[in-house]
């Protein structure tokens, strides 16, 4: 293929008619084109690949049709984040006392249910809203924000990977060229 027309404009990805922005690259050694976009595609997603006549060979002659074809991503990766509920109103949220020493400036509201002694404001300022028990609606974000704490603690945790790789052999990558690149 020329490695000249093998570009954004012809060779494109699209996730229904949006089209996906990226950057196009094509490796004359692998004959392999790679499109990498500038964002994370969306998990659990179909998308459609197209190569266009505009693609054409070293002699210069265009691919016979475009070629089409759709892949669907994986599910996400990873764990959800941990839902905070009403719980994320507030920058510090407690349950027996808050006590501030010296010159904070906390930006967000700060919150106490079932306690009722927060000190120390000012020195300390508080650029959002204070509440205090019997606030029904801190008391729901307190009862959030245990229920948040018990399930990140009850996650397990990503496995490891020794920090030392010395020793050790790593298959390469193995890439296919799709038809519609070979010479």
Known sequence: MDPLTITALTF?????????????????????A?????????????YTATITTGAKNT????IASNDVWSFTTSAAIGQVPVNLGSAANYAILAGSTITNTG?????????????????????????????????????TAKLDLTTA??????????SLVSPELGGTTLPPDSITPHPALLP
Do not use: E, H
Not at 59 to 62: E, I, M, N, Q, R
Not at 104 to 124: E, H, K, M, Q, R
């Open 34 to 46: 790679l499109f990498t976009p500038t964002v994370d595609l969306l998990p659990n997603t179909t």
């Open 59 to 62: 002699a210069g002659v265009p």
């Open 103 to 139: 010159l904070s400036i906390i930006d967000g509201n700060i919150g106490l249910s079932p306690g009722i002694a927060v000190t120390g404001f000012p020195p300390g300022i508080c650029n959002g809203a204070v509440s205090v028990y019997p606030d029904p609606i801190t008391a």
């Open 149 to 158: 704490y018990n399930d990140a603690a009850g996650r397990i945790g990503p």
């Open 12 to 32: 494109t990805v699209k996730q229904g008619t949006t089209p996906v922005t990226g950057i196009v690259l094509y490796n004359d050694q692998t004959l392999a």
